[in-house]
């Protein structure tokens, strides 16, 4: 493992032993050799048959309460996002017993690291519409330039101009 630490790290909760009850593994004493931030994913593997996953409550993971879980995993090979920094998360086995036997983890999150700003950040909270329409290509809205045409009509009227002009003076004369 070798990989920069400020990417995102998936962590093996209980390393390779997993999440079990077999081996009195101190969860609490794995979780506090690590450090969590957001972004990094927590993965329990486990035999499904025997354990599975909940997300609980402070109070609920210190008295090892199974019936209102925050969230519950079953897959026995469950990825678990880390949303947010500086955090508590709380996770149990949900099997009779098993949180009393010692198969719970507490997960404290870092605060934020104040020089590494995470890839992925929080969705947006509102993706703002684009207000102001788009740009129109513009259309040839300004008509050809008349000079041509005023020009013709120009010397059309001096010519009518110029013939009455020339009819005044004859009849004049
Ligand atoms: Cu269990």
Not at 80 to 99: Q, V
Not at 126 to 150: E, G, M, R
Request: glycine share 6%; with cysteine.
């Amino acid at each position: 493992m070798a990989a920069a630490s400020s990417m995102a790290a998936t962590y093996d909760v209980g390393d390779t032993a997993g999440w079990t009850t077999i081996g009195d593994i101190n969860y609490d004493e794995w979780a506090s050799s690590k450090t969590f931030h957001a972004g990094d994913t927590l993965r329990f593997v486990y035999n499904r048959d025997y354990h599975n996953v909940l997300q609980v409550t402070s109070s609920n993971y210190e008295s090892c309460t199974t019936t209102a879980p925050l969230a519950t995993y079953w897959t026995g090979n469950d990825a678990i996002p880390i949303m947010r920094d500086d955090d508590h998360l709380y996770f149990i086995c949900g099997i009779p017993g098993h949180c009393e036997m010692g198969q719970k983890v507490e997960i404290q999150v870092a605060a934020q690291a104040p020089a590494i700003s995470p890839p992925l950040a929080t969705p947006p909270p509102t993706s703002t519409p684009s207000a102001t329409p788009p740009p129109t290509s513009t259309p040839s809205a300004t008509p050809p330039p008349p000079s041509k045409s005023s020009a013709s009509f120009l010397s059309c009227s001096l010519l009518v101009g110029l013939v009455g002009a020339a009819t005044y003076l004859i009849f004049m004369h």
